[in-house]
């Protein structure tokens, strides 16, 4: 028998590869389940090949000889293509140049992302927020000194924001969506109902959960 197929370093290639694959596959077909989806960053992996940090480049450039291979480095080619994106779609829509401030782009970006945070609380799939919180700090480089998503909705923006922008979005935006992507969570409009933060809420529901066992 060959020993090359048993080489451990032909089998990993091969195994990256497939998970390469698996990548693009995913990526070719989120936007057609997904009509409000933007396909940009689908776009950066199937056609550049832009598959994030573990192969040297993602929304931005990765040099092994800089900061360990992590640091990451603004890639001129995502901001020509970009740029090519936003002048191609903006020709498909006759539509004109819009400005958004930052503090827009956080509401339009960050509080769907925080909303998905309190539907699963609502499910079960995390055992408090701080899990949450623990998962953005340490796995998609949430700012630490912001302390999650979960805490700075708590802290930083306030329920009531949160609640009030998402139902403005979902009304501009949602209809037709078909995941309800702007849909408040129950859960969010249950602490603003009873004006409790998500974390004195969690912890009273905790505590009555004790009491009764």
């Keep these: 028998m060959c020993r090359t197929q048993h080489d451990p ?3 990993l290639a091969s195994t990256q590869q497939q998970q390469q694959q698996q ?7 989120r936007a057609k389940l997904h ?12 056609q550049l090949g832009r598959l994030g940090q573990k192969a040297g480049k993602g929304w931005y450039d990765y040099n092994p000889a800089i900061g360990k291979g992590r640091k990451p480095i603004p890639s001129k080619e995502v901001t020509a293509f970009v740029q090519q994106y936003i002048g191609k779609h903006q020709q498909q829509q006759q539509a004109s140049k819009q400005s958004f401030s930052r503090e827009a ?3 339009r970006v ?5 909303n998905e945070g309190f539907k699963i609380l609502e499910e079960g799939l995390a055992q408090r927020p701080s899990d949450i919180d623990v998962v953005y700090l340490y796995g998609y480089g949430w700012p630490a000194w912001r302390g999650g998503p979960m805490y700075w909705a708590d802290h930083e923006v306030g329920l009531p924001r949160l609640l009030d922008t998402l139902r403005r979005f979902h009304r501009e935006l949602g209809n037709g969506h078909p995941n309800d992507y702007f849909r408040p969570s129950t859960l969010l409009e249950q602490c603003v109902e009873l004006n409790m933060t ?8 905790n505590n009555n959960n004790n009491n009764n066992n």
């Design 110 to 114: 960050i509080f769907p992302l925080v």
């Design 23 to 29: 990548q693009l596959d995913v990526a070719s077909q």
């Design 198 to 205: 998500l974390e004195d809420y969690w912890r009273q529901r």
């Design 35 to 46: 009509p409000r989806y933007t396909e940009l960053a689908d776009d950066l992996v199937v």
């Design 9 to 11: 370093r032909r089998l």
């Design 105 to 107: 782009i956080v509401e």
